[in-house]
């Protein structure tokens, strides 16, 4: 089973460069996820989604945008890419507010 | 400002050492979970807890929900080597899962 996939697994930017973190989950769950894990640090929700068409901002969300078209995808826009971006991205996905279960992670590096 | 509070945020003991790890709030959570992460990899669900007061247990590791469903712990008894990690606890609250900054655990053989 596939569960949450992310791509790209790496990604270097320049400053102010723009692009799009894929997300997709093949488990029909309702609620999906961004975060950004900093290095040794816990996870900051930056958008999260309880449906298709419903998306919500988290604790971290100025600099990116998403959308939630279809219940499988989620995927995180970066218009102008910052140093401050260079982060752990994680996408996760959950039935309501159960386990939630996470990709592998995009190391995003802005320079 | 961090919704939950963990502490220590970094542990370093011998094998076969108990510990006890703490996830804080002043906000009251519907439920928490907890979840460790490895090197490279997103984080891995170990348990939920949603009633106050609520013990549960996964071999070694003991999991308990404050009576006021505002705080959490895990304790650890006789540590591993094979138990070295990033523990997290996350709280669901508003429709939104938040997590805390972690508690870095090393055990050392």
């Known amino acids: 089973n596939a569960g949450v996939t992310q791509t790209p697994k790496f990604r270097i930017l320049k400053i102010g460069q723009s692009m799009t973190l894929q997300c997709t989950q093949d488990?029909?769950?309702?609620?999906m996820y961004w975060y950004r894990q900093d290095p040794g640090m816990g996870l900051k929700l930056i958008y999260y989604s309880v449906g298709a068409g419903i998306t919500d901002k988290g604790e971290v969300p100025n600099g990116y945008n998403v959308s939630r078209s279809t219940t499988e995808d989620f995927p995180l826009r970066l218009e102008l890419a910052a140093p401050s971006q260079t982060s752990v991205y994680f996408c996760?996905?959950?039935?309501?507010?159960?386990?939630?279960?996470f990709g592998q992670g995009t190391r995003l590096t802005v320079v | 400002t961090q919704l939950l509070e963990q502490s220590p945020q970094f542990l370093s003991i011998q094998e076969g050492e108990n510990l006890t790890v703490y996830c804080n709030s002043s906000?009251?959570?519907?439920?928490l979970q907890w979840y460790r992460q490895e090197p490279g990899e997103g984080p891995v669900l170990l348990v939920t807890v949603v009633t106050g007061g609520e013990v549960k247990k996964l071999k070694r590791l003991t999991f308990q929900f404050g009576d006021a469903r505002k705080d959490s712990s895990l304790h650890i008894t006789a540590a591993q080597t094979g138990d070295t990690g990033l523990y997290l606890c996350a709280g669901e609250r508003a429709q939104k899962l938040v997590f805390g900054q972690g508690t870095r655990l090393t055990i050392n053989p």
């Open positions: 996760a996905s959950s039935y309501s507010l159960a386990e939630a279960f």
């Open positions: 488990m029909n769950h309702n609620y």
């Open positions: 906000s009251v959570f519907s439920s």
